[in-house]
């Protein structure tokens, strides 16, 4: 029988399962004193408790401590795909989006130290503006989480937490570096704070920069103009162009806290500059070259949170956060000389200013169940400043929940109910002049929606080892401005966009239930899950094309081959089940020796035209080998990784993907080969007089192998990153 990649990965899986018994049996015979115990993660997984991963119903996963400083990057997405049921939608080395069971974008909630933000996630290359380093850690719950973040929390959320402040501690700090072979990135970070009983201050700061990273120098279809026969070779191999960022970002926060609560203040300021690649071509024989789209982003982000304690036990929690976040882009320029195009309609000017509001009530114990009521107020404006993508527009949205929790011997419960309301109106006014008529008009520039959603979960604890976990939950989101009303070009994508006035809100009933078991050395979760969603909404290709900004015809439908021709999107709607099966084990065989799993099988489906959805992550598997060698010459805490990630080849969903139109060009592919990435890391301490010095250095791709995940947005132009070396230093102080 000949077995594919992730056919060997599961029967490994198998192995591990069976193996761990007796192999920890055999490690606590030979190695009784040894303490090689796994440690239990704590989540924020309720408003109530903090509760350890494996007690929960939902599926959680954390990434802190070295585990943190091993993934960090500056792509969140590549961050996170580690985790079984997460994957990375990537532009390059500076760009990844968290896909979570095959839902991301406005489906993916992010939370930053779990209140709301904002950073106009409509597009497949909108990356989170958020720095990996300033977090002390990141947890990511899988599966809909409307009940407590309403819309957009479809597929689950991603919340990145900063470091506690610091009451009662004195001043610690920590400086850090990064380098990156690929593409000569390079990071630079500090963190500071100190507080004393009741005053405690926190402050950050991180630069990063990288050029154009580089892939495996293969064959390539160098010289293909539009007209050249259909075929699947990267254009660009070696360097690739106009892929080069900056960013800077810098965090303060400030709290005070008494017998009768506590008051914070955190302000966040994350700017980058980036380069995307596109390509052009002056005519029919004309070969393609490479073009510039560049990108400046500021997102600005305040929160005000406080808890109030009363004599009935009861918590008062109200909350206030405060986004600007500002986007300017150029269709033809990179972001070093874009400013030339400022004011003109090529260029792309857009301000989101966004308040969140929320007033939490935490109530003592009414028989068996604790539980918060809360209130939340969002008022959202959009600016279009300048350019032709997405109309100037406000929504607000009003919501109201309860969740409650029990505790019993053999049970956790956990259940919950929301109503919200959401309205968007886009104005009639000389703002919106572009699209007015085009794409909507005064009988639907306004839409309203409202739903109400719910969530039931359940642990049960069988015995010591063993529990079952289960979740149905309820989920829903409006469509955004942009899925609404749209109308035209899309500079880092390379597209035409449309919208549809007319799309209803996404609703969605999930189910999940897993098995698990836990020792002191071992961890398993196997999880199957379906996902059902009415209305679900994608972006497809339409088959036409449209002249970009500054070409002959601008804007209209022309051929394929025409100067400047760039696809034509649209907004639409269908009915969708998405389905899939996650396991991850891990082991510590003894003092030296671990090891850990993860595995997806993954599928999406459009139920009303039986055809795959769009953007569906391709299966696979990820295993890694850990050696812990015994401390020696002032090295302590050393670790030795070597991993190897699977992946099954996967074919494009037709008209419904997005890049669909590289299956049928001269250059790139949407479909996609399986591929094998090998991984090695090692990690260590060094104490120091008064100081702790941690190490860390990786080859990240070892055998340069050069290769396309499915859920590259470059595909149609290049491959996946190729060998990269990887150094990292933190010093705490």
């Avoid at 206030?320 to 033809?332: I, L, M, Q, V």
Wanted: with cysteine.
């Amino acid at each position: 029988m000949k077995l594919n990649k992730i056919t060997l990965a599961v029967y490994c899986a198998s192995g591990i399962v069976c193996l761990s018994a007796p192999l920890t049996a055999m490690a606590q015979a030979t190695q009784e004193n040894s303490n090689t115990l796994l440690p239990a993660i704590t989540v924020s997984a309720s408003p109530i408790h903090d509760h350890e991963a494996f007690e929960v119903p939902s599926q959680i996963d954390s990434i802190t401590d070295e585990q943190k400083m091993a993934q960090e990057s500056g792509s969140l997405g590549k961050m996170l795909e580690s985790i079984p049921g997460v994957n990375n939608q990537s532009a390059g080395a500076q760009s990844g989006k968290p896909v979570i069971r095959g839902l991301t974008g406005n489906r993916v909630k992010l939370l930053s130290n779990g209140q709301a933000t904002d950073y106009q996630a409509y597009g497949t290359r909108h990356n989170p503006n958020t720095e990996p380093y300033l977090a002390e850690r990141v947890e990511v719950i899988r599966g809909p989480q409307s009940v407590l973040y309403g819309s957009e929390a479809m597929g689950g959320v991603v919340n990145v937490l900063q470091a506690e402040l610091p009451y009662g501690q004195e001043m610690k700090g920590q400086v850090a570096t990064e380098y990156n072979s690929n593409n000569q990135e390079k990071m630079l970070g500090a963190k500071i704070g100190a507080g004393s009983e009741k005053f405690a201050i926190n402050a950050g700061v991180a630069i990063r920069e990288g050029d154009n990273f580089t892939v495996p120098n293969t064959s390539s279809s160098e010289g293909a103009t539009p007209s050249s026969a259909i075929g699947d070779k990267p254009l660009f191999v070696g360097e690739v162009p106009n892929t080069n960022f900056k960013n800077r970002t810098g965090n303060i926060a400030l709290g005070y806290q008494d017998d009768w609560g506590k008051v914070e203040l955190r302000h966040t300021q994350w700017t980058a500059y980036q380069n995307f690649l596109g390509i052009e071509a002056a005519n029919a024989v004309s070969e393609y070259e490479a073009l510039a789209t560049g990108q400046r982003l500021q997102n600005d982000e305040t929160q005000l949170s406080a808890e109030f304690y009363t004599d009935n036990d009861w918590v008062i929690k109200p909350s206030w956060t405060h986004t600007r976040n500002a986007r300017e882009a150029s269709h033809d320029l990179p972001f070093e000389t874009m400013s030339a195009d400022k004011g003109t309609e090529e260029y792309l000017d857009l301000l989101v200013k966004r308040d969140d509001f929320k007033l939490a009530l935490e109530h003592p114990k009414v028989g068996d169940f604790e539980g918060e009521i809360g209130f939340e107020v969002t008022e959202k404006q959009q600016t279009l400043r300048s350019g032709h993508l997405t109309p100037s527009a406000d929504e607000s949205k009003r919501a109201i929940y309860v969740f409650e929790e029990a505790d019993y011997d053999k049970w956790l419960v956990q259940f919950g109910a929301r109503y919200d309301t959401v309205s968007i109106k886009a104005p009639l006014g000389e703002e919106n002049e572009h699209f007015v008529g085009d794409i909507f008009d005064a009988t639907n520039n306004k839409r309203d929606f409202d739903v109400v959603t719910g969530s039931l979960g359940a642990t049960y604890r069988v015995d010591s080892q063993w529990s079952i976990a289960g979740n149905i939950a309820r989920g829903f989101r409006a469509p955004s401005i942009f899925e609404l009303y749209a109308g035209g070009e899309h500079g880092g994508v390379q597209a035409y966009q449309i919208g549809n006035p007319d799309l209803e809100a996404e609703t969605a009933i999930n189910t999940d239930l897993s098995l698990r078991w836990q020792s002191p050395k071992s961890q398993v979760v196997a999880t199957v899950y379906q996902n059902w969603i009415d209305n679900y909404i994608y972006l497809a290709n339409t088959g036409l094309y449209r002249a970009k900004e500054g070409a002959p015809n601008e804007g209209q439908v022309v051929a394929s081959t025409a100067p400047g021709a760039i696809p034509e999107m649209k907004a639409e709607q269908t009915d969708a089940t998405i389905y899939g099966f996650e396991f991850s084990a891990k082991h510590q065989f003894n003092q030296a020796w671990s090891t850990d799993l993860a595995l997806e099988l993954i599928a999406g489906m459009d139920t009303k035209n039986s055809q795959d959805l769009p953007l569906m992550p391709a299966n696979n598997a990820k295993l890694n080998v850990h050696y812990h060698p015994q401390d020696f010459a002032g090295l302590s805490q050393q670790k030795v990784s070597v991993g190897v990630k699977l992946v099954d080849a996967k074919n494009s969903a037709g008209a419904y993907e997005p890049f669909s139109q590289f299956d049928n060009l001269p250059i790139g592919t949407a479909s996609t080969d399986a591929y094998a990435l090998w991984n090695v890391n090692y990690q260590t301490a060094v104490k120091l007089d008064k100081q702790t010095l941690h190490l860390s250095a990786a080859v990240e791709n070892l055998f340069d192998t050069p290769y396309v995940d499915f859920l590259n947005t470059y595909k149609g132009y290049t491959l996946n990153l190729g060998r990269n070396i990887q150094l990292k230093a933190r010093l705490d102080f």
